[in-house]
């Protein structure tokens, strides 16, 4: 048997294999989207940590003490920007951190919302979109580690071709959708740049933040809209409550689709791990609901 002190010296022999020996490049991602955009990228030379984890919501999101040491840990942080994070400058100023704050969406065409033109912070429902956020944290990753250049510029290569798939993929799938039945409701308008790059409508009674609640005036313009459009069906988040969904379907008659990922990953066990896999879900979702 192994003493105590023995079992300690193992243990640490065996954390420190010639894969630990060089230090791995900190990095925190805002949310579980980047964060896996982050360890794709990243590969074995990063260790990246996320503050806003599966299924939860980024907009309303309150950072806890263990965020801001976090965040004094990082070498590098990844944002959103576009106002998705409203959070974040409060916590960098909170944690001390001087690490760099890179605006992954950087170099998107920005889409403007509602009434107001606020900037919609929901890019990476493009695939287009997020290969520019790839470059940039690729980017990002090389001017904190510069001897890992070649590792990140090969991992951002093959995830990039990945992604080119995936935008293949989704182009294929909407075709199957007749082109009046391309229209759907969705808690909260975290679709438009899914709207604009697929053709695929979507419509909202929430706002781009889920920070405000539906107004009775925008459900009864909904409920109309409904109607009047015949619009097949609607979606539930897994971000969002439920319930004004559900009543909607009711008093109109329109279908439960199922369940789109707006904002956030699932877990491990979820359908949805992985950006590709959300895309994936969502598209199916969407052409089982409205193809038929
Ligand atoms: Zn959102």
Redesign the pocket.
């Known amino acids: 048997m192994l003493s105590r002190r023995h079992l300690l010296a193992a243990i640490v022999l065996a954390v420190a294999s010639p894969a630990a020996a060089q230090e791995r490049l900190k990095v925190l991602a805002t949310f579980s989207v980047l964060g896996d955009l982050v360890k794709h990228v990243g590969g074995d030379r990063a260790e990246v940590s996320t503050l806003v984890g599966p299924d939860s919501?980024?907009?309303v999101y309150a950072p806890s003490p263990a965020d801001a040491r976090k965040v004094a840990d990082a070498k590098v942080v990844i944002a959103n920007g576009l106002g998705?994070e409203g959070w974040m400058s409060r916590l960098v100023r909170a944690s001390g951190s001087k690490a760099p704050i890179v605006v992954s969406s950087n170099g998107i065409t920005v889409r403007k919302a509602g009434a107001s033109g606020e900037a919609d912070?929901?890019a990476w429902q493009s695939v287009a979109n997020v290969k520019v956020y790839v470059a940039n944290i690729r980017d990002a990753l090389i001017a904190s580690d510069p001897a890992g250049r070649d590792v990140y510029q090969a991992n951002a290569a093959a995830y990039l071709a990945k992604l080119d798939t995936l935008d293949a993929e989704i182009r294929a799938a909407v075709t199957a959708i007749p082109t009046d039945r391309r229209r759907i409701i969705s808690s909260?308008?975290?679709f438009g740049y899914f709207q604009e790059a697929y053709g695929i409508e979507f419509i909202a009674p929430q706002g781009?933040?889920?920070e405000t609640e539906a107004s009775a005036r925008d459900v009864a313009r909904i409920i109309t809209q409904i109607r009047r459009l015949k619009i097949p069906a609607v979606f539930l988040e897994n971000?969002s409550d439920p319930r004004l969904m559900q009543r909607l379907a009711q008093e109109t008659g329109a279908r439960i689709g199922g369940k789109l990922y707006?904002?956030a990953l699932t877990s491990e066990k979820g359908d949805a791990p992985t950006y590709i896999d959300l895309m994936r879900h969502n598209v199916k979702q969407l052409v089982t609901a409205l193809a038929s």
Do not use: G, I, L
């Open positions: 919501d980024a907009h998705f912070p929901h909260h308008d975290a781009v933040s889920t971000v707006s904002d």
